[in-house]
């Protein structure tokens, strides 16, 4: 039976550089969580599958150019566009796991020296994260993993401004997991993580990202 039937669901983000493994942990935190009842859904950041979110496709492939504030604020305007639907989800007791959100858009954009305060102003008032995950890979071991898909941002120089950016965007409430370890190691822990917070945050209402 389901544990989180009577509650809301929780906001489980993931963030941390590009190779850093979250795609792969989220997928595997995912099934962790359904195989043990909880109603959940795997979410990522960008959604590429909107119209806003083709645009950030084609410019992460580098098929269009924009403006830097101009793609800062499509990809805030994509979680906009998501923002009622997680809500509802959440309030039915689903909870969501998502792979990138608000850090990921405040982090990469600052690392191209936009001001850091610029960036946060269109995120306040996206739903808060009740769990953000941070997995900590070195930007030199995250480049050896099989090198980089080819996207604009995937270069070695970017990444280390961007885990700067990260660092000074961590909070003491973020969980910073060991991205180096094993695999298996690394589930373990983010399936601890998860749970406790699913149970926590029974009861907790949904608020609102202030900074
Ligand atoms: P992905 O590889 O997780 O699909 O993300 C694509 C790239 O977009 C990745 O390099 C991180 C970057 N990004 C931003 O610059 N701003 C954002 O708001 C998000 C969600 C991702
Ligand atoms: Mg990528």
Same mark, same amino acid.
């Given at each position: 039976?389901?544990?989180?039937?009577?509650?809301?669901? =929780?906001?489980?983000?993931?963030? &941390? #550089? *590009?190779?850093?493994?979250?795609?792969?942990?989220?997928?595997? !935190? +995912?099934?962790?969580?359904?195989?043990?009842?909880?109603?959940?859904?795997?979410?990522?950041?960008?959604?590429?599958?909107?119209?806003?979110?083709?645009?950030?496709?084609?410019?992460?492939?580098?098929?269009?150019?924009?403006?830097?504030?101009?793609?800062?604020?499509?990809?805030?305007?994509?979680?906009?566009?998501?923002?009622?639907?997680?809500?509802?989800?959440?309030?039915?007791?689903?909870?969501?796991?998502?792979?990138r959100?608000?850090?990921?858009?405040? =982090?990469?954009?600052?690392a191209? &020296? #936009? *001001?850091?305060?610029?960036?946060?102003?269109?995120?306040?008032? !996206? +739903?808060?994260?009740?769990?953000?995950?941070?997995?900590?890979?070195?930007?030199?071991?995250?480049?050896?993993?099989?090198?980089?898909?080819?996207?604009?941002?995937?270069?070695?120089?970017?990444?280390?401004?961007?885990?700067?950016h990260?660092?000074?965007?961590?909070?003491?409430?973020?969980?910073?997991?060991?991205?180096?370890l094993?695999?298996?190691?690394?589930?373990?822990?983010?399936?601890?993580?998860?749970?406790?917070?699913?149970?926590?945050?029974?009861?907790?209402?949904?608020?609102?990202?202030?900074?």
């Open positions: 039976g389901s544990s989180n039937s009577s509650g809301r669901g =929780a906001l489980v983000v993931l963030e &941390g #550089l *590009d190779r850093s493994g979250k795609s792969s942990q989220c997928a595997r !935190l +995912l099934s962790f969580l359904q195989g043990k009842g909880h109603r959940a859904e795997g979410w990522r950041f960008p959604d590429r599958g909107t119209s806003v979110g083709q645009m950030i496709s084609a410019y992460l492939a580098n098929e269009s150019q924009l403006d830097d504030r101009t793609i800062h604020l499509l990809f805030s305007a994509n979680r906009w566009e998501k923002r009622g639907l997680m809500e509802s989800k959440l309030l039915s007791g689903t909870t969501l796991v998502v792979d959100y608000s850090y990921s858009g405040v =982090a990469f954009s600052a191209k &020296g #936009l *001001d850091i305060e610029w960036c946060k102003a269109p995120e306040v008032g !996206l +739903l808060a994260p009740d769990l953000v995950i941070y997995l900590d890979v070195q930007p030199e071991k995250a480049a050896e993993r099989g090198g980089y898909g080819g996207e604009r941002y995937e270069r070695i120089e970017f990444q280390q401004k961007v885990a700067e990260y660092h000074s965007l961590r909070d003491p409430t973020w969980k910073v997991v060991d991205g180096s094993p695999m298996e190691t690394v589930e373990d822990q983010l399936r601890e993580l998860a749970t406790d917070c699913i149970q926590e945050c029974n009861g907790k209402p949904l608020t609102n990202l202030a900074w």
